[in-house]
């Protein structure tokens, strides 16, 4: 076998992940940046991990948890799949879009409720906030916010040579890392490193408040739909903004699209971080403040998160597809 043949068949196998290792090791990195001292310790308990990078060690677990048998219910949680018709148009609706066994927004505000909730076990705990830490990167991702051939799985392209590679898959794995040139944790520190400094002093400076703008922990689904939404509006804008046609002429890489988008890629990738770090102050402080107030009495929410699901309806041909493939197993998606 040729090499590059080797290596196409090793990463058939492995199944690129959804931002690859390297993309959630470095929103992880870029949070822990922007912790303060309470959530870092509150974080660092609940993971065991006092190392440097107790974040980024765990930020992938998600897409491991999702191909074994007990984490196969939490594949559809990893994207929401928006039915829009890019690049026309481009929008997402939850009760449309987020199917009836959840969503990435669902599943945001399901853990988002779990890890703060006090009453879990500590393994639950722990469980919310590797998901959290995982999900509020995926749906930064645009292809995480699309339906379209299964948010990109299905279109083939060619990338840097491999004329076997997906939009999706180049999308979270194959473009980042040709910009980084690996993906170890050391090269995602790096790479968080350089956006922390475009956050404090250069190009996004002036823009990181936007990221955060009205995420509110006490309407997670309405703060995830904004997220979820904000990178949908890429896939018309960045990701195919002549079509998927116009995708399928030339390698991606030397025509001019790899120029086109990187710039993207590396926004998602601070905003991922900078609003993870955001939404868990929020969560720790939030709790903190209701145990300031004393002894009242909680009314005990859904903690299987029922009531957070949007009404149930008639699967679409979308939802039908995914359900066909299950739910991405053996897929990036
Ligand atoms: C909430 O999390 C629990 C534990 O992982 C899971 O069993 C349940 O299906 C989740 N609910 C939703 C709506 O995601
Ligand atoms: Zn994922």
Redesign the pocket.
């Known amino acids: 076998m040729a090499p590059k043949t080797i290596l196409l068949t090793l990463a058939a196998l492995q199944g690129a992940q959804a931002w690859g290792t390297l993309g959630h090791a470095t929103i992880a990195y870029i949070a822990q940046n922007y912790l303060t001292d309470t959530t870092a310790t509150w974080a660092k308990g609940v993971l065991s991990d006092t190392s440097s990078s107790y974040l980024a060690n765990i930020a992938s677990w998600a897409d491991t948890y999702r191909s074994t048998t007990a984490g196969a219910?939490?594949a559809p949680?990893h994207y929401i799949d928006a039915e829009d018709s890019p690049p026309t148009s481009c929008n997402v609706d939850y009760d449309r879009d987020c199917g009836s066994?959840?969503c990435s927004v669902?599943?945001i505000?399901?853990?988002t409720?779990?890890v703060g909730d006090g009453r879990l076990s500590a393994a639950?705990t722990a469980?919310?906030l590797k998901?959290l830490v995982h999900f509020l990167g995926d749906i930064t991702q645009p292809l995480h916010d699309e339906a379209l051939e299964t948010g990109g799985n299905g279109i083939i392209v060619t990338f840097d040579g491999y004329d076997t590679d997906n939009l999706h898959s180049d999308w979270d794995t194959y473009i980042p890392e040709k910009l980084v040139g690996g993906h170890t944790l050391a090269d995602a520190k790096e790479w968080a490193d350089t956006l922390t400094t475009e956050i404090k002093s250069g190009a996004y400076k002036s823009v990181a408040v936007s990221w955060v703008k009205g995420d509110d922990i006490t309407d997670a689904v309405g703060s995830a739909m904004m997220w979820a939404t904000d990178a949908n509006a890429l896939v018309c804008k960045v990701v195919m903004p002549n079509g998927v046609a116009a995708l399928q002429t030339g390698d991606l890489y030397t025509n001019g699209y790899y120029e086109s988008v990187i710039g993207t890629v590396e926004l998602q990738i601070a905003k991922g971080g900078y609003r993870l770090a955001n939404w868990l102050n929020m969560i720790v402080d939030a709790n903190l403040k209701r145990r300031g107030e004393g002894a009242q009495v909680r009314p005990l929410p859904d903690?299987?998160?029922?009531d957070?699901?949007p009404p149930l309806r008639p699967l679409s041909r979308a939802k039908m597809a995914r359900a066909a493939i299950g739910y991405g197993c053996g897929h990036e998606h």
């Open positions: 219910f939490s949680f066994t959840g669902s599943a505000a399901n853990y409720q779990r639950n469980e919310a998901f903690l299987m998160g029922r957070l699901l």
